[in-house]
């Protein structure tokens, strides 16, 4: 009588050890993957690229009193202002590196987990190298743009949002978590709000009927509260309403890029269209040539291997393609690839997803030959693209170690 519960306590034993055994190894590869994505964007940092914008965001709070300090456009987006507001409190402006590295690894750790919980260990180990390679993450990740805080705060809101449909975790307060993200990445740019269009559909489709309304109505709540949030702030600090949302809607309304009015007929959405492929396959710029000429190649053939699966991962599907048709067919009209770095773990977890299998039945020599030439190729583009950059970023920083010397510069404002 004895031999049954003292089995059971054995087999028990066994499962929680081997348990633990994998969180560990999962936990080693995490954290190896989180150094050399580190190491990479302390390598390639570029302390001062795109300056008009990094120098509206380094001026903070001071831009509110001083208004011609920076371009309202940039001083109204508080998930901007206010961390860099926090890290300049000792006059340090490096400081602003850490918001932009912590983001920029938290996407690769959130990237990591979905891959995990999605698809496995080795899906997880696919997306997370695309993410931590990835030429453009190397080189801004570490940036203070809004580009990537924006792709953390969605993925993230993405991840809960995932947890609510595939694992049926219904609690409200993940839910609203899920919507205060979007709303948070909002706060550092206006787009991001299209994210809460896929969000919607996920939760909607995929819950059960009884829990539906509630859950979606709790999510929009929490991408209310923070809009509204941020509005009274900034009547606050500027002493007059913005409604953000209301102020960027003139993009599509009647102006474009640089506040040039143009008529939108068919053809001018068309050109639009084309210039920014041209733009995704700029060839006088090896990186971005390879970066978009590369991964959307993977994503198309990651797109394939699921093919008999895509209703399994509407919810990844639809996140990532809905911000691809946002800037391709709304989006000012400017050239900036990394428009897209947000998608680019979106589209990392397909190639995972879709190639998981293939990468199984590779022999050791290939796998090595494969990822030997993968890290090769985007760490040169990388190092391409520090050379372009780095002349400018540091000629303006010595410009303004100058200005400090000579005791003129209260300001980030001189550039």
């Known amino acids: 009588m004895c031999t049954v519960p003292q089995t059971n306590a054995i087999g028990v034993t066994m499962t929680f050890l081997k348990s633990m055994a994998k969180r560990i190894n999962e936990n080693k590869q995490l954290t190896a993957f989180l150094l050399i994505a580190l190491t990479l964007r302390l390598i390639f940092h570029l302390p001062f690229y795109l300056t008009s914008d990094l120098i509206n965001y380094l001026n903070a709070l001071d831009a509110f009193s001083l208004r011609d300090l920076g371009d309202t456009m940039h001083i109204v987006?508080?998930?901007?202002?206010?961390?860099?507001?926090?890290?300049?409190l000792a006059d340090f402006h490096y400081a602003t590196v850490i918001y932009g590295l912590l983001t920029s690894l938290g996407t690769v750790w959130i990237t990591y987990r979905l891959g995990n919980a999605m698809g496995g260990s080795i899906t997880a180990?696919?997306?997370?190298?695309?993410?931590?390679?990835?030429?453009?993450?190397?080189?801004?990740?570490?940036?203070?743009?809004?580009?990537?805080?924006?792709?953390?705060?969605?993925?993230?809101?993405?991840?809960?949002?995932?947890?609510?449909?595939l694992e049926k975790d219904t609690k409200p307060i993940i839910t609203l978590l899920a919507?205060?993200?979007?709303?948070?990445?909002?706060?550092?740019?206006?787009?991001?709000?299209?994210?809460?269009?896929?969000?919607?559909?996920?939760?909607?489709?995929?819950?059960?009927?009884?829990?539906?309304?509630?859950?979606?109505?709790?999510?929009?709540?929490?991408?209310?509260?923070?809009?509204?949030?941020?509005?009274?702030?900034?009547?606050?600090?500027?002493?007059?309403?913005?409604i953000r949302i209301w102020e960027t809607l003139g993009f599509i309304s009647g102006s474009k890029g640089n506040h040039a009015t143009v008529d939108k007929t068919t053809f001018w959405w068309l050109e639009q269209i084309w210039f920014k492929v041209g733009a995704f396959l700029w060839g006088g710029h090896i990186p971005t040539a390879v970066m978009f000429s590369l991964i959307p190649h993977l994503y198309l053939?990651?797109?394939?291997?699921?093919?008999?699966?895509?209703?399994?991962?509407?919810?990844?599907?639809?996140?990532?393609?809905?911000?691809?048709?946002?800037?391709?067919?709304?989006?000012?009209?400017e050239q900036e690839p990394r428009y897209m770095q947000v998608a680019i773990p979106f589209g990392a977890l397909v190639v995972g997803l879709g190639f998981r299998s293939v990468w199984e039945s590779l022999s050791k020599k290939y796998k090595c030959t494969l990822l030997g030439g993968f890290i090769c190729i985007n760490l040169a583009c990388a190092g391409i693209f520090y050379a372009t950059f780095s002349p400018i970023s540091y000629a303006i920083e010595n410009y303004i170690g100058q200005l400090k010397m000579l005791g003129e510069n209260t300001y980030v404002d001189g550039p």
Not at 125 to 141: E, N, Q, R
Request: charged share 10%; hydrophobic share 50%.
């Open 77 to 88: 987006r508080l998930g901007m202002i206010l961390p860099s507001a926090l890290l300049n």
């Open 125 to 165: 180990k696919i997306a997370t190298s695309i993410v931590i390679f990835a030429p453009m993450d190397i080189c801004l990740g570490p940036v203070f743009l809004p580009d990537g805080p924006l792709s953390f705060y969605a993925l993230s809101s993405f991840y809960f949002t995932s947890r609510v449909v």
């Open 179 to 242: 919507g205060l993200l979007i709303g948070i990445a909002y706060t550092c740019k206006v787009n991001a709000l299209f994210f809460g269009i896929p969000a919607v559909f996920h939760l909607f489709f995929g819950l059960p009927h009884d829990r539906r309304w509630h859950l979606t109505t709790i999510f929009c709540l929490g991408v209310g509260i923070i809009i509204i949030g941020e509005s009274i702030i900034l009547r606050a600090l500027l002493g007059e309403w913005h």
């Open 301 to 333: 053939g990651g797109l394939w291997k699921l093919r008999n699966r895509l209703k399994n991962h509407y919810g990844l599907l639809i996140w990532g393609l809905v911000w691809i048709c946002q800037h391709m067919l709304i989006s000012p009209q």
